[in-house]
Structures are given as structure tokens and as C-alpha cells.
Nanobody, 126 residues
Framework: QVQLVESGGGSVQAGGSLRLSCAAS????????MGWFRQAPGKEREGVAV????????YYADSVKGRGTISRDNAKNTLYLEMNSLRPEDTAMYYC???????????????????WGQGTQVTVSS
């Protein structure tokens, strides 16, 4: 069956860095656009970064632009998100998700994603 398993979250101080990973299995990873999303308590889920199937195109939310890097290794069926200069407002549950094809709801919309992971918690203290 399809599985997306996130890892790499944790508690860090402001200014620190984390590298999140998402291990995918049970579907053709390289054929799916992949995204990272996050949801803070009391807030709606928001798109953080999206990457095309081959990795050549990446898209970022303004809130993480310049601090985050999304990448993928199709040979390892793994998605990554490296976050630097972390801020307390980055505190959230981070999810990876897979979508087949172009997203008509918008590049960073969480609508229409076929598969989701269970999430990994990131907590940034000031």
C-alpha cells in the first residue's frame, strides 16, 4: 500500500536548522509532484514548498523563501526539506504529500493531493 513517512522533525532554537525527510513507497514516486505542507495549532494547513516530478522546478511560500530548500531523490524514493534560520512561527506539524499531475487549485494549494504522510512535528523556541 502507499506510504509516506516523514522524519527529521524536532525541537530547535531560533536560528537553527532542520532537514526533514519523507520516504515514499507503494506508488511510482518519480511520477508524482511532491509537496511539503504544515499546520500550526489553530491555523489552516498551508503549502510550504512543492517540487516537480524530476526536481527541476521548485516553488516556495513567501514565508520560507530563501530559508527552505525542497529536493528529491527519485532513486531513493525520498523527498527532503531543509529549513535554515528557523523562527518560532515555523513551529507546526509538517506533512509531505504526493499529487499526480498539474494542480489546478494553485501551486501551493493542498487540495487534490492523492497521498499524505502522518506528519513530523517541528518546534522552534525563541
Amino acid at each position: 500500500q502507499v506510504q509516506l513517512v516523514e522524519s527529521g522533525g524536532g525541537s530547535v532554537q531560533a536560528g537553527g536548522s532542520l532537514r526533514l525527510s519523507c520516504a515514499a513507497s507503494g506508488y511510482s514516486f518519480s511520477s508524482y509532484r511532491m509537496g511539503w505542507f504544515r499546520q500550526a495549532p489553530g491555523k489552516e494547513r498551508e503549502g510550504v514548498a512543492v517540487i516537480s516530478t524530476g526536481g527541476a522546478s521548485t516553488y516556495y511560500a513567501d514565508s520560507v523563501k530563501g530559508r527552505g530548500t525542497i529536493s528529491r531523490d527519485n532513486a531513493k524514493n525520498t523527498l527532503y526539506l531543509e529549513m535554515n534560520s528557523l523562527r518560532p512561527e515555523d513551529t507546526a506539524m509538517y506533512y509531505c504529500a504526493a499529487r499526480s499531475g498539474y494542480n489546478p487549485y494553485g501551486i501551493l494549494s493542498d487540495r487534490g493531493y492523492n497521498y499524505w504522510g502522518q506528519g513530523t512535528q517541528v518546534t522552534v523556541s525563541s
